[in-house]
């Protein structure tokens, strides 16, 4: 079984990070926010920072809450994407704080350690329905942490079996330690933020040409157009984001 497999939607293109000091206008419609979950010490931090800085930490501190804001450029250098990474504390004790993190979320990294089975026990148990009372439509990609341990406690297979039962649109195994699969873990989050953003702007094309053409999908009179309107590009958002009430 390949511990790294990704749907249609997560791939795509690669993305280079760029510096403050090449970075070019970042594209203003080509903003995504990523929140990362997971049990607590399962390796969330360490992740984003081997991502964004290239280093692992030395100590661990658990984490309250944190952001992190990267520029990306793609492959083709068209464009340059603004990524908001969302660090979120794993520890029961902020629940609260971290359930305020998923307001109008991208795409959720479900995050579990393979040097921890409970870990990964957790995930249909805890965090998939937790984010599901936020995020129904968000997608996620689970990611198994910690891949250099030598002692492994979780089998590709039960990983697999998971990320399809809770409709993962990708699973990938990384070491935050040894940078192993950091970058084709991005990738493939920016990918599937990247391919829900360029569908959702072809849907809206071509709405606008039915109207311009006169043809409405719900009412054909005006003094509904408006509110044909407005629900359109209030569908095209939920698509691929989520609101916290
Ligand atoms: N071997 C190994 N250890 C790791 C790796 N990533 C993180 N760790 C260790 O796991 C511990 C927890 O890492 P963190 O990144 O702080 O975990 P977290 O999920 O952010 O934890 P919370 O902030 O409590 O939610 C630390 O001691 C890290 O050094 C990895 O890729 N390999």
């Not at 249909?124 to 439509?137: D, H, Q």
């Not at 391919?195 to 109207?211: I, V």
């Not at 719900?218 to 157009?225: D, M, P, Q, R």
Request: with cysteine.
């Amino acid at each position: 079984m390949d511990p790294f497999f990704v749907e249609p939607i997560a791939r795509g293109g690669e993305y280079r990070l760029l510096t403050q000091s090449d970075l070019p206008i970042p594209d203003p419609d080509l903003q995504f926010k990523i929140v990362i979950v997971g049990d607590s010490g399962c390796g969330k931090t360490s992740l984003l920072s081997s991502y964004i800085r290239g280093s692992f930490p030395s100590e661990y501190e658990p984490t309250i809450f944190e952001n992190h804001r990267a520029f990306l450029q793609d492959s083709s250098q068209q464009h340059i994407l603004t990524v908001d990474l969302w660090d979120t504390a794993g520890q029961e004790d902020y629940e609260r704080l971290r359930r305020l993190s998923y307001q109008d979320s991208n795409l959720i990294i479900l995050a579990y350690s393979l040097a921890a089975k409970d870990s990964l026990l957790n995930i249909p148990e805890v965090w998939a329905p937790e984010i599901l009372g936020f995020c129904v439509k968000t997608p996620i990609v689970l990611v198994g942490l910690k891949a250099d341990v030598s002692k492994k406690e979780v089998h590709p297979e039960q990983a697999y079996n998971v990320a399809k039962s809770i409709g993962a649109v990708a699973h990938v195994e990384c070491s935050a330690k040894q940078m192993y699969n950091v970058d084709q873990l991005f990738n493939a989050c920016v990918n599937v933020v990247y391919n829900q953003h360029q569908a959702a702007a072809r849907e809206a094309a071509r709405d606008s040409k039915r109207f311009s053409k006169g043809h409405f999908r719900i009412a054909s009179n005006s003094n509904n157009l408006a509110t044909v309107g407005s629900e359109i590009s209030k569908e095209s958002r939920s698509d691929s984001c989520c609101t916290v009430m």
